[in-house]
């Protein structure tokens, strides 16, 4: 072979692979540009927000597609650590929990990933994601250099970040940025030790080429601890105002490198009891154009926002807990599917990038499998044995949740009334330590509803000796602000008239592992059983099923699960917890049912757990099928808050904690 065609084979390899054969792969801070640089060449990340603890696996790879197929060249995904070590060193990464599998489709589809790893994530996450373990140190102080929270950290960040080094762009993966913490600013500690120690930790593990970043809120007061030096510092708003304003105050951490909002809000959350949250898509587009025409990097919070599913929902304070669907009025729908907001967003980023070739992947079907007769099983109180895998405790005072070594669900509290309360007698909870609503009866018989800062005081009624069961809804932990510390259960003592009352058994219930395991029984009524009043009745349980037919094609389908003239529970499908219902309260009516969780080889098995009264005395006791959710009907509402737009501490009427509470 001659030279000079040796020459030209040389330089057309080079042209082809040089890139991989030479030059590694880098993502980088330009501060001279004011850009990220990609493997050497100016970028623009157009982001979305996709939570897989919130999507069953099984639909990943479709919901990956369509963000694509929308013009986004990066996901941004929370790791939330409660999600992966629910108890001390004990690591679960398989099944729905998989963020190796999640982060390889990503990256198998052509998406770059920005990895928020937190501790601290917020997300609207039970506790922020932090374990519900850590309060086993009463005092402990969260999101410090406290410690013993250092010391969990370290070895939780010791066994996730080794498993994403692999993942980063640098070192051949999808991941091009990794946020520390997050939004830190907003919180009252303002440690910078601890921020310092998370910056090392994470050098530690991740190496020094990764581009580590933090997220704040638009405003001086939020960067001004948020803010450090080592990381780079990005903002986060919402559409709807002054976006130049807005980058101002990023450039006051930052003054030169890239323009960054880490969470542009396509929708909101919602809250039991409030409005749902529409965001509508001209808002939207115009910032999002805006943005992109300053050659920001933007990231759509959220693109899809998924499902609660089980006990993962947070709270805010005022303590208001965030309810089963996570829909946020995304781009993409709870279940995946396409909006006009999708396609509107798609038009903007195809002003300014091009966007891929091809058809968007549909909408996936929905089919409405229509009624199923519910069959009552047997009440909390009838089923114990078989709900407490633990046993009793008895105490002469009631203990919380951590220290019954219960992180989610219920407990149930039993004591004895200690006088004959034959006129009604107050039981109160004087220090509001009700977390969050306690369902109680006397000898079998509903009395009443307590509920965390809205109702601490019943009257009952009852001979002395009376037995007293107190049932204690963990309805999820506050994941923002001062308060996440949340302790659930009884958390301080119960007064009858203004008396402690003593002697408590106390029962942790496995009502997961019981359904599951299909340990409840259907029981018949009989004379001795005492009557209740039509307004309330003791929590029980109850069951039905329905088969899918195997003839028709393209079954099982997802569906909605509609509960009519059902109150308050929670609801399991195939041993699956789909989550809470709260139809009397809204807004929303009905629960995203995946097709992952169905089958057509067998009947499939509906449990309900109803809290405060079942329509099985009075009406068709049945719960139905639908192919249309309903996340807007807010039947009852206790707040006069008016949603603003768009930032946290405005709509939380929350500020940070500096001693001026």
């Known amino acids: 072979m001659s030279p000079l065609r040796s020459g030209c084979i040389l330089l057309l390899l080079l042209l082809l692979f040089g890139h991989s054969l030479g030059a590694p792969r880098s993502f980088s801070v330009d501060y001279d540009n004011d850009c990220f640089r990609k493997d050497g060449e100016k970028f623009q990340y157009i982001s979305g927000s996709i939570h897989y603890s919130r999507i069953p696996r099984i639909y990943w790879k479709d919901r990956l597609l369509k963000m694509y197929m929308a013009g986004l060249n990066a996901i941004q995904t929370y790791v939330p650590w409660n999600y992966h070590e629910l108890s001390p060193g004990q690591y679960n990464f398989s099944g729905n929990r998989d963020v190796e599998h999640f982060l390889q489709l990503a990256q198998d589809i052509g998406l770059l990933v920005i990895l928020r790893p937190g501790p601290y994530i917020c997300a609207e996450w039970d506790m922020g994601g932090l374990p519900a373990w850590l309060l086993k ?3 402990i102080i969260l999101r410090s250099s406290d410690a013993d929270y250092v010391a969990a950290v370290d070895k939780w960040m010791g066994k996730l970040l080794p498993m994403m080094k ?16 997050n939004e830190y600013g907003s919180y009252f500690a303002c440690d910078y030790d601890y921020m310092g120690h998370l910056r090392k930790l994470f050098r530690t593990h991740l190496g020094e080429d990764v581009v580590l970043f933090t997220t704040d809120g638009a405003g001086l007061g939020y960067l ?16 709807g105002g002054n976006v130049s304003a807005a980058f101002d105050a990023q450039r006051h951490a930052e003054p030169h490198g890239p323009l960054v909002n880490s969470e542009f809000y396509t929708g909101w959350l919602d ?44 709270a805010n304070m005022p303590y208001s807990p965030q309810p089963t669907s996570y829909d946020y009025d995304a781009p993409l729908t709870e279940a995946g599917d396409l909006t006009e907001k999708y396609f509107v967003i798609r038009e903007v980023i195809k002003m300014y990038h091009k966007i891929p070739e091809g058809p968007v992947p549909p909408t996936t079907p929905k089919y409405a499998y229509g009624e199923v007769k519910m069959t009552k099983l047997q009440t909390i109180s009838d089923a114990l044995e078989k709900l407490s895998f633990s046993g009793p405790v008895k105490r002469v005072y009631p203990q919380n949740f951590i220290e019954l070594n219960q992180a989610f669900g219920f407990v149930l509290y039993r004591t004895k009334l200690p006088i004959n309360c034959s006129t009604p007698t107050p039981l109160s909870s004087p220090l509001n330590g009700i977390h969050d609503r306690a369902y109680v009866s006397v000898d079998g018989v509903a ?22 069961d107190i049932l204690v809804e963990n309805m999820g932990r506050i994941n923002y602000g001062k308060d996440i510390n949340d302790f659930k259960g009884l958390v301080s003592n119960l007064t009858l008239g203004t008396d402690p009352l003593t002697d408590w058994t106390m029962y942790s219930l496995s009502i997961d592992e019981a359904v599951n395991q299909g340990l409840l029984e259907e029981t018949e009524v009989t004379m001795a059983d005492p009557p209740q009043p039509a307004s309330l009745s003791p929590p029980a349980f109850y069951k039905g099923s329905f088969i899918i037919p195997d003839g028709i094609p393209d079954l099982p389908q997802d569906t909605y699960i509609k509960l009519p003239n059902w109150r308050k529970g929670q609801v399991w ?9 709260w139809p009397s309260r809204g807004p929303q009516i009905t629960l995203f049912v995946p097709a992952s969780i169905l089958t057509t080889a067998a009947p499939n098995n509906v449990t309900v757990l109803e809290l405060e009264v079942a329509p099985c005395t009075s009406g068709p006791c049945t719960v139905e099928f639908t192919d249309t959710p309903i996340l807007n009907a807010t039947l009852y509402s206790d707040s006069k808050q008016q949603m603003k737009l768009f930032k946290k501490d405005d709509f939380f009427d929350q500020r940070r904690d500096t001693g001026s509470d």
């Open 224 to 239: 001004k601890c948020g803010a450090i030096q080592g990381l780079y510092a990005t903002v986060d708003f919402g559409p």
């Open 166 to 181: 692999p993942y980063l762009y640098q070192n051949g993966g999808p991941i091009i940025t990794v946020q520390v913490e």
């Open 271 to 314: 809250h039991w009891g409030h409005r749902h949250a529409v965001v509508p898509s001209s808002i939207v587009a115009k910032s999002l154009s805006e943005m992109l025409l300053l050659g920001a990097n933007v990231n759509l919070y959220m693109f899809i926002g998924g499902t609660n599913f089980g006990y993962w929902n947070g």
């Open 447 to 468: 009395v009443g509803i307590l509920e965390r800062n809205k109702i601490i005081t019943i009257n009952v009624t009852g001979e002395e000796g009376s037995q007293v």
């Open 573 to 581: 499908i195939n041993g699956f917890n789909l989550g809470r219902y």
């Open 137 to 139: 140190k009463k005092d």
